[in-house]
């Protein structure tokens, strides 16, 4: 009786140990993924602005084409660049909207 009562309960601590140890690489898993966003976002946002200083101004669907992202991804980056400082927009809504370089 004492010798099954000792074997759960090391099957219970091997069990909680191997789902502590799947945890955190879930977690350390979702941070690389969150990482590896952020880098390229920043990428994207660096091509932008590399654009914005060949061509001098862009719309939305320029962007959108160059980067292969998505409509609200360009206007997500633009508005963290208008924030920066780094372009402004001309015009207030709709396909008249072009960014260009302060």
Same mark, same amino acid.
């Given at each position: 009786?004492?010798?099954?009562?000792?074997?759960?309960?090391?099957?219970?601590?091997? =069990?909680?140990?191997? $789902?502590?140890?799947?945890?955190?690489? @879930? @977690?350390?898993? =979702?941070?690389?993924? @969150?990482?590896?966003?952020?880098?390229?976002?920043?990428?994207?946002?660096?091509?932008?602005? @590399?654009?914005?200083?060949?061509?001098?101004?862009?719309?939305?669907?320029?962007?959108?084409?160059?980067?292969?992202?998505?409509?609200?991804? +360009?206007?997500?980056?633009?508005?963290? $660049?208008?924030?920066?400082?780094? &372009?402004?927009? +001309?015009?207030?809504?709709?396909?008249? &909207? &072009?960014?260009?370089?302060?």
């Amino acid at each position: 009786m004492a010798s099954q009562t000792i074997l759960i309960i090391i099957g219970i601590a091997i =069990i909680i140990l191997l $789902l502590t140890r799947k945890g955190r690489e @879930a @977690a350390v898993g =979702i941070c690389a993924a @969150a990482i590896g966003q952020d880098a390229k976002k920043r990428e994207n946002k660096e091509k932008t602005e @590399a654009l914005l200083k060949e061509r001098g101004s862009l719309s939305n669907s320029d962007i959108r084409e160059a980067l292969g992202i998505s409509d609200r991804s +360009v206007i997500r980056y633009m508005d963290e $660049l208008e924030k920066e400082g780094k &372009v402004e927009q +001309v015009g207030s809504t709709g396909r008249g &909207v &072009v960014y260009r370089l302060k």
